[in-house]
């Protein structure tokens, strides 16, 4: 047996593990669980790249990794394929969704077996079945009977190219989610999802979950909780009033003009007829903003005048209102009072309309003259009648008790978050279970009654509304209250819907008469590790959250939070840096990479390239490293074939080092360094000087289980070739004897320009250029080196590495 023929050894392998059935879900009640989860894929037509592998090579590792430390390890995977895409490609081609979905579902599972992942393809699922989708509309109506899926008519966001409504979430930079850059504004009847109702939680519960860092604050961000005081102000020469709403009150008395939202319900009826068309054309102008552009604090602010004036209720001063695009109706109460002295937006506004900028906060050492910026911090109140000579934090606190009682206003909590829009005007989606009955109104339909199936006559959208409203077959019902004549709701349900819950049918995704065995659900929820794009941070992450504590409040699952541990890969770029796109001609997919340098040359690579965390730049130079290694591995264990096991002492510690390194660097998902780690171990045992590739059995069979996770199939034919007969993923994983490590090992102090940044552990014998290597790539030193040249490098020997940039 001589070369590495991967194009030979990784379809024998994959078949043989198939037929042993060795990634079939562990149920031996004597071991520890552990939950292994990928996002769940949309199967769009163009296949998997490269970059998509960042993503599930990663967690197929975690997966064999776990099942060798003894646990039952469950690791599905499943088709999100509901939605957009899958009906995009399905009118592109001219094929019924159905059939565009099983022919995308059948490519991507054939991509995900050619790279070596080891699923329990069992227990697969489909979100556009409906023995699956069933089950997504009876939570429905458990929102529905719980107060939490509504209908209302408002603005929304239009998609003419998707020809749907989106989500706030779903559009950005005036971009919609899917890239197209026509969307505009609608006034449309929807359903929504009341998540608002969980707002707080949504925010104290992610105290108790292992995420990184910027999700949950881009969770509590979005979700936006504020304390402050809402007050009525009257409108000079009207019956009208004003309620706004400020976190503020303490500046209360330096108002001098108040904000409405161009969509407040006020402003037609407020704006006096010289400036009517001026309005007019700033709110078309608006809505085509989203709200995270018009919030924004880097953009120029810009308003209108309605002609019409506000009376502050606390001093009685008439004060000029305006309409502008930065304060949002669905935040407070779509109206502030505004204090150019004391926040930055207002002075600007103020600035560039000529408005007064009265100090009522006295900055330390103000000298009385105008601010020449505004002065958000704490002072002393000023020209604020009884409050004056306060330190503004009292201040804020008084004024509010002072307002409460006399009437003219009240502490109230608001969010910045709005209920969560479902409805979609797509024929491809789950279809929302409610009637619409002349006699009964709006009639959920009854759980024996589910599924209501999607038709089988496919009707593309193309009038702007939900082409089932097209399908009379479809739309022509008996109302299941009085047995009259009735029409379905022709709108279907968003794919975020059909992601809230995937997981749990995973548990046991042959259930009939139940959406998942409530045991099985207690026995692996929640998830133990959850990989996937930080962009869905407010959008799956945020809706399977609501969904989760609705269910628990319901009595289905003993648990709130469905994610116990959120890893995030970094992106992939091509190799001209930028991101890979079909349009741009730059996909590398995983099957040309395959059948130049196998699986297992593409898995190690993917992992060797960066830190899991980070975005890194496709590399064939990097992509031939990690072949090379791979091909010297396999040199040095066909070299020692019928070597026994005569390890020196040195080598002994050094392989008890690196199971020690290697356990590390898995648990943590450092795996590129942990690739280094092996590679170093090779390049030593390879020497010229030192064992010039000779290994006894012990160290070879260590190097592969350990390796096994990474090149699962080079490591299998190995292990086969040593004599084995069973598999090497079905070994324990090593352990190491810490009492041999204790001079094996030192911890030098990492430092940049100075500072202690971190802690650096390598071996005792580790020459300067190793030190040196791995403190530069080391993760806590990265992220100060960014943007910054390393002037040197200083090893202080076994103490510190000091990096100068």
Known sequence: MTGYDFKTIEPKWQAWWEEQGLHRTGTDPKRPKFYCLDFFPYPSGEGLSVGHCRNYIPTDLIARYKRMRGYNVLHPMGWDAFGEPSEAFAIKHGIHPRLATTRNTANYKRQLRLIGTSYDWSREIDSSDPEYYQWTQSFFLLLYHRGLAYRDTNWQWWCPQCQTTLSNQEVGDGVCWRGHNTITKKLLPAWFFRITAYADRLISDLDGIDWPERITTMQRNWVGRSEGVEFDMEVAGTNESIRVFTTRVDTVFGVSFVVLAPEHPLVDALTTPEHRAAVEAYRDAARLQTDIERASIEREQTGVFTGAYAINPVNGQRVPLYLADYVLMGYGTGAIMAVPAH?????????????????????PEWDGQPLSEASTGDGVLVNCGEFSGLPSRDGLERIADWMEHRGIGRRQVHYKMRDWLISRQRFWGAPIPIVHCVRCGMVPVPEDELPVLLPDRYQPATTGRSPLADIPEFVQTTCPGCGGPAERETDTMGGFACSSWYFLRFTSPHEHARPFDPEAVAYWMPVDVYVGGAEHAVMHLLYARFWMKVMADAGLVPFSEPFAKLLNQGQLHAPSGQRMSKSRGNVITPDSVVEEYGADTLRLYELFMAPFDEDATWSEEGINGTSRFLNRVWALVMKNLDTQD???????????????????GVEECRFNTTISRFMEFVNYVNAPDGLDGVIGRSTAETVLILLAPFAPHLTEELWHALGHAD??????????????????????????????????????????????????EHERVRPYLDGHGVKRVVVVPKKLVNIVV
Do not use: C
């Not at 002492?649 to 356990?663: A, D, G, M, N, Y």
């Not at 070994?731 to 094996?744: H, I, K, N, R």
């Open 343 to 363: 926040d930055a937006r207002d002075f600007g506004f103020a600035t560039r309309y000529g408005l007064p900028i009265p100090v009522v906060i006295a900055p």
């Open 727 to 776: 598999s090497v993923h079905q070994q324990g994983w090593p352990d190491y004897d810490p009492a041999l490590l204790v001079s094996a090992e030192m911890t030098l102090v990492l430092q940049v320009n100075g500072k202690v940044r971190g802690q650096l552990t390598v071996a005792a014998d580790a020459d300067e250029e190793t030190i040196r290597r791995l403190a530069l």
């Open 646 to 664: 005569a390890d020196s002492p040195e080598l002994i510690r050094r392989r008890h080092l690196l199971v020690k390194q290697v356990s590390e």
